[in-house]
């Protein structure tokens, strides 16, 4: 949800901001705006699209010189995408700008006094308010940007990362944060500001986050000086050293990130099970889980909450916790769990999965759970991210900096880690026998190969994707463990392609979907064997007999769905609670090339953000 990048030093600040727009595009790409200072003036430019329009109409418009600026890159949330509504914001004097990552809850209350105050507002936009309430305060209390932006940040009610600053001192940036991530990369005497750390990763590996309810004042030549928003109190910076690399944020060959990421699942999943499962020793190790063992094993029932894709990969731990560790699990959407005062006690174990780590959704729905004393375990891919540091304990995915907008290796490594947890749980509750927990660690082992061979149908996927690129709508069906991955797979379809698609527990198909079922009808079918594979079959017959195409997602080797399909797409064998793992391949697959042959833009879909950072 909106990207934010700043940077203030000694080099030229434009080229600076606008690669780590682009390189933040994941968080929204509606419109996007930049604000250099030039030694005497702010030069403000923003347009409607995306940040390669936004060089566009720099050229035009403004010089770029200047080694002090902030961009935006936006995902709407008040007032349409469009020039005037963009960030950066001026303040009415023309002195101080903003940029915005977040939503102010109260600003109609807050604009309607300072318009009774004189102000004027050119945009429909909230942030716009921040910046005249800013303003308002420095002139009326007369202080410095910094302690305005403090007692203004106080009468505000929402959530915000925010960087400011003042034509008349540009030597400082005031940046704070509610609610939205803020990075600040330091330098040599040089400051950068980014709602991820991937604008300046090629500058510096050291990084300060700045928490909740933190602001700071970033000084030329002095550094960085934070507070408390709300008590004033001044808080020791922590600078972190970065892991992150360049190579991972690039996409390295491939046209597309999606692409890429797709590719990279087996490397993805051989990091997740890195330093945690230990085949030969016949053991998992993951340390959050094995501190709170006890929290676990007591546990009255496990509640996963999540959003998206996420809450697909909770809805696969499901079936996995419940059918090896035989502890209750219930799948929540954080969004309905949040508000609907459910009943959660001390001995409820929440786990949150996020890929981000910043889901204001999933964020709310933890802090509400931990407020009544349930033991919150975060699954996240962002190292460092609100998530990973408001859980108790928690396992990373380490997928790697996932950019496509459509999640892929997010997907399958949340499932990887939520399944040596649920094997390490079934081993210390002895609902797992020796013999067959060592066999699922040896499958798991060969899981990345098959992954792979997986991988390797893409060209066959391809031509399928060719001949039903044009339907209007696609049915995606699945049983027991493979049910999820088939509303995953109608996700990625609609997300990517705009394809209406459906996901649907295959027997449930006659109690409503089957009436749109006719020739124009593409049914995916994951039936896979074992997991109900008879009744599938019988599914795929009822599909046959009303007309509609079949692509089935099998077992090599497979020949009953094989005579009854239009196409089947192969994957290899493995334990049925191990097939999501295989069966999602093709499915992304199949979404990633049905949206690049109708020209559609696979890495930032329309009306999408990756980050979802509003509720
Ligand atoms: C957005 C993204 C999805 C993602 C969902 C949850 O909608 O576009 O790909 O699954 O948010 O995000 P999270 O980061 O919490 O997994």
Known sequence: MCGIVGYLGHREAYPIIVKGLKRLEYRGYDSAGIALYDGNDIKLSKTKGKVADLEVRVESEISTNGSLGIGHTRWATHGVPNDVNSHPHYSNSGELVI????????????KKELTKRGYTFKSDTDTEVLINLIEDVKNKEN???????????????????????????????????????????????????ASDASPFIEFTNNAI???????????????????????????????QELQLNLEEIEKGGYEHFMLKEIYEQPRAIM??????????????????????????????????????????????????????????????YASEFRYRNPVITEND??????????????????????????????VCNVVGSSIARETDAGAYTHAGPEIGVASTKAFTTQITVLTLMALRLARAKGTISSSDYRKYLFELESIPSKVEKALSSDNHVKMIANIYKNASNCLYLGRGFNFPVALEGA???????????????????????????????????????KGHYEKVVSNIQEIKSRK????????????????????????PETIEALTPLLTTIPLQLLSYHIAVMLEKNVDQPRNLAKSVTVE
């Not at 700045?210 to 922590?238: N, Q, W």
């Open 491 to 529: 996700l990625k379809l609609k997300e990517i392609s705009y394809i209406h698609a459906e996901g649907y527990p295959a027997a449930e198909m006659k109690h409503g979907p089957i009436a749109l079922i006719d020739e124009q009808m593409p049914v995916v079918v994951i039936a896979t064997k």
């Open 271 to 332: 990091d997740t099970f890195r330093g945690r499962l230990l085949t030969d020793e016949a053991i998992i190790k993951m340390a959050g889980v094995e501190d709170n063992m006890k929290k676990f094993l007591n546990a009255n029932r496990i509640i996963v909450v999540a959003c998206g894709t996420s809450w697909h990969a909770g809805l696969v731990a499901e079936y996995i916790f419940e059918d090896l560790a035989r502890i209750p699990v219930e799948v929540e």
């Open 349 to 378: 174990v929440l786990i949150a999965i996020s890929q981000s780590g910043e889901t204001a959704d999933t964020l709310a729905a933890i802090k509400m759970a931990k407020s009544k004393g349930a033991f919150v375990f975060g």
């Open 143 to 193: 202080v410095k940007l910094g302690k305005a932006v403090q007692i203004a940040l106080n009468q505000v009610i929402g959530a915000y990362a925010i960087a400011v600053f003042d034509k008349n001192k540009p030597d400082e940036i005031v940046v704070a944060r509610l609610g939205s991530p803020l990075a600040i990369g330091i330098g040599e005497d040089e400051f950068f500001i």
């Open 209 to 239: 986050y700045l928490e909740d309810e933190e602001m700071a004042i970033v000084r030329r030549h002095k550094g960085v000086k934070i507070r408390k928003i709300h008590d004033d109190s001044l808080v020791a910076p922590y600078v």
């Open 548 to 571: 509609g195409k079949i692509i089935g997602i099998v077992t090599e080797g497979d020949t009953s769905v094989k005579e009854l399909a239009d196409h089947v797409i192969e994957v």
């Open 99 to 110: 940029i915005h990552n977040g939503i102010i809850e109260n600003y109609e209350a807050l």
